[in-house]
């Protein structure tokens, strides 16, 4: 299974990170020096893919800048000998090949998704939520990628979550076949914690082959009215079969403002400068808020 291209759906509001993300693509907020989308599509290209379809609406073209060449600032930048710099941003036009597609109106995932079936074509492809972040050694698109070549079925990121968040997210049911990675034979989105069928979540990973958008065209609207991809998914997997693999790694998910300046600290203390400085004020911060109530 060769797989080039990835499909990143940016067209939602981004509501959870008002009013930060009032005029800003929720997408390129920063976590420490680079917006959360660049984590994302670095992630797709150390796992081998190399076009990114940008699935977006008017307010979002900032997005498909950041992988652009910006010809202006590289010549101030070269000017005044940052060279460093100057590799930096040039470095972030070089990493993908960019589409954009327009999602016109907000239906739902698996629609976001649907918009994208012009420009994949007729091979499998990757599909990534742009707020999940993973970091781990084996990048998590090639984590699937890797269980896709060997299983030759789609196949999609999971991890536990604690019973009470279950209602978040999709949630599968599946026989565990090899280590980590379970045979799927039902999924829903958003359950209530009592009709969940276990605590395995959808994360935002999906390695998929091109008849899911035969489903998503067919299924109905689902949870929250909205055509869901799980729902499509669910479909998909009663016919051909379809894999989940239990993601290794660290997760964070951009839009939960926890996981936001978690991950923010987390990326800035691998900085060598900065992690004095930084420990030092965080370990005063926790003198100072000695009793902070847990989850
Ligand atoms: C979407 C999917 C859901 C998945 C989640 C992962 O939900 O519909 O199945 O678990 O992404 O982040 P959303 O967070 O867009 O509501």
């Not at 055509?227 to 790694?249: F, N, Y």
Request: a negative charge; proline letters at 5%.
């Amino acid at each position: 299974m060769n797989i080039r291209k990835v499909v990143i759906p940016v067209a939602g509001w981004g509501t959870r990170s008002l009013p930060a993300s009032k005029n800003i693509p929720k997408e390129m907020l920063p976590i420490y020096n680079k917006p959360v989308i660049q984590y994302v599509v670095e992630e797709a290209m150390h796992s081998g893919v190399t076009d990114v379809v940008f699935v977006t609406n008017r307010e979002k073209s900032v997005i498909e800048d950041h992988f652009d060449y910006n010809l202006q600032l590289e010549s101030v930048l070269e000017r005044a000998g940052k060279m460093e710099l100057l590799g930096k941003v040039r470095e972030v036009a070089e990493m993908v090949n960019v589409m954009a597609v327009r999602q016109k109106k907000q239906l739902g995932l698996g629609h976001a998704v649907l918009c994208a079936e012009n420009a994949v074509g007729d091979e499998p492809f990757v599909v990534m939520v742009g707020d999940d972040l993973i970091i781990n050694d084996v990048p998590g698109v090639q984590q699937l990628v890797d269980v896709a070549r060997a299983g030759k079925k789609p196949v999609i990121g999971v991890m536990e979550v604690p019973p009470h968040k279950v209602d978040k997210y999709g949630i599968i049911a599946g026989k565990e076949c090899g280590d980590g990675v379970y045979e799927i034979t039902d999924m829903v989105e958003k359950p209530a914690v009592d009709k969940a069928p276990s605590n395995l979540a959808i994360i935002g990973r999906y390695v998929l082959t091109p008849d899911i958008f035969r489903h998503l065209r067919e299924i109905k609207p689902g949870h929250g009215g909205e055509i869901q991809l799980t729902d499509a998914l669910a479909s998909l997997a009663k016919e051909r079969g379809m894999l989940a693999v239990k993601l290794k790694g660290e997760r964070f998910d951009a839009g939960d403002w926890v996981d936001y300046l978690t991950a923010n600290l987390y990326f800035a203390l691998k900085e060598e400068q900065l992690q004095p400085k930084l420990l030092a004020r965080v370990r005063k911060m926790l003198v100072d808020y000695p009793s902070g109530r847990g989850e």
